[in-house]
């Protein structure tokens, strides 16, 4: 099992930035590619971003590409989510995800933390 806990969320104005934090603990980290969804009120899982085991692919959804950055750190066991020039639209509850395949869909995912709010206020 692999526990996820997010940070980093909170209240910004428009054009802000913030960077969110996940961190993760239990079984090894190892091998797992790292995810970003969101979810607004009353909408589904979002894709935001996802990141290979090594690093060295990351994805991203078009409505954050150039924006938002994704990266980790394996020796700490720390996926981020850089988020600059932020806009109303991005407010959502954000979670982080570790899957051991795919990396596109809710589904591809095995473990979620709890998320963690984004407020982008106008």
């Known amino acids: 099992q692999v526990h996820l806990v997010e940070s980093g969320g909170g209240v910004v104005q428009a054009g802000g930035s913030l960077r969110l934090s996940c961190v993760a603990s239990?079984?090894?980290?190892?091998?797992?590619?790292m995810g970003w969804f969101r979810q607004a009120p009353g909408k589904d899982h979002d894709f935001v971003a996802a990141?290979?085991?090594?690093?060295?692919?990351?994805y991203y959804a078009d409505s954050v590409k150039d924006r938002f950055a994704i990266s980790r750190d394996n020796a700490k066991n720390t996926v981020y989510l850089q988020m600059n020039s932020l806009k109303p639209e991005d407010t959502a509850t954000y979670y982080c995800?570790?899957?051991?395949?795919?990396?596109?869909?809710?589904?591809?995912?095995?473990?979620w933390g709890q998320g963690t709010q984004v407020t982008v206020s106008s």
């Open positions: 995800a570790g899957s051991n395949g795919r990396w596109r869909f809710p589904r591809d995912y095995d473990y």
């Open positions: 239990g079984r090894t980290f190892s091998g797992y590619a």
């Open positions: 990141i290979t085991w090594t690093g060295g692919s990351t």
